[in-house]
């Protein structure tokens, strides 16, 4: 616990002056780089936790990497470093057909590694484009706040109501610690709190409308836990405790960040929609 204490409190120290930079003066180049960083050590956590069964050929890795990346921030590399636009196109149809051809030539490169890097390419690129595109957007620091906000208080008080309150297992085969009552717990905390501030700070589809905020938050608290429960169940087929080491006491990006990036890919997604269709 102590070591997970003085790590949390490092992070928090780090991100402070990163939030800080980007809102009072909008600093994106080098905050940008982080997560480029960042997305590159999950990508290789997802990687690491595949090859514990077997090796991955090399082109694989190279796949992965340069798609994550091309997924991730090619968007944004176009608004912030003037790439011309015609670099920009679905690449999907590419990893589908590179896959397939790998399949092939590879005997011990099965139909289920695909599928696992398949859906690691696109899980991973496609949050962490999410973050960096709501990171680049104007007040979009405070939306990142809301959704870090509603992930971090789900998680907390999910813990703490299930430790004091908790008697039924959520789902005892993914993750035996978890109750409903923490699930409830943390859902209900979060949804009473976290729009405090969405209603004064973000700027979202029917920002103005606190019913909308409260039902959104609702919603978002109960989707970061299937994020946090997304990542168990990869985990435990894997049989491993933690993604990575990175981070001591709390594991590697994706044990610290699983139910953000999931809260922060249904959050961008939904607001969009509901955007497109009212």
Not at 118 to 135: E, R, S
Not at 245 to 250: R, V
Request: net charge positive; aromatic share 16%.
């Amino acid at each position: 616990m102590k070591q997970r204490v003085i790590t949390a409190s490092i992070i928090i120290l780090v991100l402070i002056p990163i939030f800080v930079a980007k809102m009072v003066y909008d600093i994106n180049h080098y905050i940008y780089i982080l997560g480029f960083i960042l997305t590159v050590i999950a990508m290789n956590e997802m990687i690491s936790l595949k090859e514990t069964g077997k090796k991955l050929p090399f082109e694989i890795h190279l796949l992965a990497y340069l798609s994550v990346i091309y997924l991730g921030f090619m968007d944004s590399f176009i608004t912030l470093f003037s790439v011309p636009e015609k670099y920009s196109f679905a690449i999907f149809p590419y990893i589908i057909i590179i896959l397939t051809i790998i399949m092939i030539l590879r005997k011990n490169f099965k139909i289920n590694d695909a599928s696992f890097m398949l859906f690691t390419i696109f899980y991973i690129g496609l949050a962490f484009q999410t973050l960096v595109n709501l990171f680049l957007k104007d007040q979009g620091m405070y939306e990142l706040l809301y959704i870090a906000i509603i992930a971090i208080l789900t998680d907390t008080f999910a813990y703490f109501c299930g430790t004091f309150f908790g008697k039924h297992k959520l789902c005892p085969s993914i993750s035996p610690k978890k109750t409903i009552e923490g699930s409830l717990g943390g859902t209900v905390i979060a949804t009473i709190l976290a729009p405090l501030f969405a209603i004064n700070f973000v700027d979202v589809a029917y920002s103005n409308s606190p019913i909308f905020i409260i039902i959104l938050t609702f919603v978002l608290s109960i989707l970061s836990q299937f994020g946090d429960l997304a990542a168990s169940v990869i985990k435990r087929h894997f049989n491993v405790k933690d993604y990575g080491n990175l981070f001591p006491g709390h594991g590697g990006v994706l044990d610290r960040l699983d139910s953000i990036l999931f809260t922060s890919l249904c959050y961008f997604y939904l607001t969009e929609l509901l955007t497109r269709l009212f």
